[in-house]
Nanobody, 115 residues
């Protein structure tokens, strides 16, 4: 079973930065897709950023130009650098790793942006 663990959440003032980390472990082959989703209270879960094994990335419209997703050389850890954070970025951030066509989710990490 693939396990996905996030870290790096917390509270930051508007305009500040945070960096989230996510590592997948367990018996697995390659991970063609790893990424971050977020869910604010009362809202649906939405894409923040995806990282494809070949290097392509994809961002949600609300975070383009402010968030950057990267992977380590082993391709089992993804990072989400979040800059110029806004109040509306407050949410639980979930990491997702896709392995052999199946999605595996982490437990989520809270990001709170305050004024």
């Amino acid at each position: 079973q693939v396990q996905v663990v996030e870290s790096g959440g917390g509270e930051v003032q508007a305009g500040g930065s945070l960096r989230l980390s996510c590592t997948a472990s367990g018996p697995m082959y390659s991970l063609p897709l790893m990424g971050w989703y977020r869910q604010a209270p009362g809202k649906q879960r939405e894409l923040a950023a995806d990282s494809f094994l070949g290097g392509r990335t994809n961002y949600g419209d609300s975070v383009k130009g402010r968030f950057t997703i990267t992977r380590d050389n082993a391709k089992t850890t993804v990072y989400l650098q979040m800059d110029n954070l806004k109040l509306e970025d407050t949410a639980v951030y979930y990491c997702r790793a896709v392995h052999v066509g199946q999605p595996y989710w982490g437990q989520g990490t809270q990001v709170t942006v305050s004024s």
